[in-house]
Each structure stands twice: as structure tokens, then as C-alpha cells.
């Protein structure tokens, strides 16, 4: 079975809400700064929402562009436990259960950003996910709050952590899906035998 599920407070999350809304002084330098932050806010939510894209479709090699070298991943699932380091781990990991035979949708939204220096930050996520595992017709749904870390390098922000723990999880069997479309079946790996 899985860990306990720790209390999901603003502190556990590492959320500060210490993001001031005016300017620190009426000068070009502060202005600059406000416009810096906005920047770094705006490409760490795209960062994060291109994981989700490259995730769903197995793109494990615009995945890998998207992570630090030693990115920590830490999942907690009601049925899983996904404890990993390094992005050569995560992404053949991530190729191995998003293949032919699955069938992911992955939704993070209501994003708390906080910038905590020139090169760190953290973010809250709300996910709200489906998963289909057509060979063993089950079907896992639920929702989750993600809590990243983020570094920037070389004017790049990477997702050095990513950690969730699930709010609920249902799991399901399932009959045949009629897909009308099915991207991984294309362009996703063959399942792993097991």
C-alpha cells in the first residue's frame, strides 16, 4: 500500500503568498523587476503545461528538454508509488507506461507560482487526470496536487522535483473503448512485456 497522505497545507506545499501586488519603489528598476517576475511566472506555467503535453503523447524527448539532469519525481497514487532521480530514469519510465496500450489525458491548472530567487522557484498544481490501460481494461481517474521546484539554467526554467499526492483515485475495470482516435497507438512505444 501506499505512504500516508500528509495534510496538503500551504506549508507542506511550500506556498508563502508573499507576492506583492505594487511595486516595490516608483523607479525603472522596480518596474524592471515586476516585469522580470511576470516573465519567470509565465514561462514556468508553460514549462509545466508542456510537461502535461509531452507526457500524454510520450514525447520522451521533448520531455527530457523539459527536466534537470537530477530531477527528483515522488508520485503517490492509491494503488502506486512512483520514486525516482535523474531524468534518464523518469523519461524511460514515463515511455514504458504511456505506450500503445494506454491512453492519458493529464490536466494542471490553478497554478500558485512562487519565485524565490533569480534562479529558484516553486508551483503548486491541481491535476486532474485520466489513464486507460487498454490491455488490462482498467481505467484510473482522480485528482492530485503537484509541488515542483524549478531551477533556471542558462535563462532555461528545468523541473529539478515534482511531487504528488493524490486527493482521490478511482480505479475501474473497464469494457473495450471505442476509440475513434488514438495518438499512442501511433506514436507510443510497444507495451513492455511484463
Known sequence: MTSPIPELNKDFLGINNHVSRELADNNVQSLNNAIQFLLDVE???????????????????????????????????????????????????????FNRSSVAQHNGHHPEIEILSETEATGVWHLSDQMWLLDDRIK????????????????????KESRYHRLFEINENTEALPLSAHYLAEHGKPRPEK
Open 43 to 97: 514561462a514556468i506555467k508553460r514549462l509545466k503545461h508542456a510537461y502535461f503535453r509531452c507526457i500524454d503523447t510520450a514525447n520522451v524527448a521533448e520531455l527530457s528538454e523539459l527536466l534537470h539532469e537530477e530531477v527528483i519525481i515522488e508520485f503517490y497514487g492509491g494503488t502506486y508509488e512512483w520514486s525516482l532521480t535523474g531524468k534518464e530514469a523518469f523519461v524511460e519510465a514515463i515511455g514504458a507506461a
Open 140 to 159: 484510473t481517474s482522480g485528482s492530485a496536487f503537484y509541488y515542483d521546484r524549478y531551477q533556471k539554467r542558462n535563462g532555461q526554467w528545468l523541473i
